[in-house]
């Protein structure tokens, strides 16, 4: 069984830069290499929604309009590990981010996708 197990979070002041990872567990040798992977995020009171999402190889990705040029989602095949390096945070950022695999064919569909299950999340906290 796949274990996505997401760490990194912490608490930052507004301005600040955190690192996200998200490593998959469980999975055979190479089939991580296959997944697309998508972070989200869960503010308090508020739904999860999707933040950003990366192609199975690396060379396409995807973001929310409001973390264009902050965030970037990148991955590392070889650790069955994706990444989410968050720059210049701001208060709303505040939030438990998740990670998450699938297949799409295009990576806005993650956006809207119903996943089965999720890990435990990671907190980020941003304070001014």
């Known amino acids: 069984q796949v274990q996505l197990v997401e760490s990194g979070g912490g608490l930052v002041q507004t301005g600040g830069s955190l690192r996200l990872s998200c490593e998959a567990s469980?999975?055979?040798?190479?089939?991580?290499?296959?997944?697309?992977m998508g972070w989200f995020r869960q503010a308090p009171g508020k739904g999860r929604e999707f933040v950003a999402a990366?192609?199975?190889?690396?060379?396409?990705?995807y973001y929310v309009d409001s973390v264009k040029d902050r965030f970037r989602i990148f991955r590392d095949n070889a650790k069955n590990t994706v990444y989410l390096q968050m720059n210049n945070l701001q208060s709303e950022d505040t939030a438990v981010y998740y990670c998450n695999s699938a297949h799409v064919g295009a990576l806005a569909a993650m956006s809207t996708l119903e996943f089965p299950s999720w890990g435990q999340g990671t907190q980020v906290t941003v304070s001014s």
């Open positions: 469980g999975r055979s040798f190479g089939t991580f290499s296959l997944d697309d």
């Open positions: 990366i192609n199975y190889n690396g060379g396409t990705t």
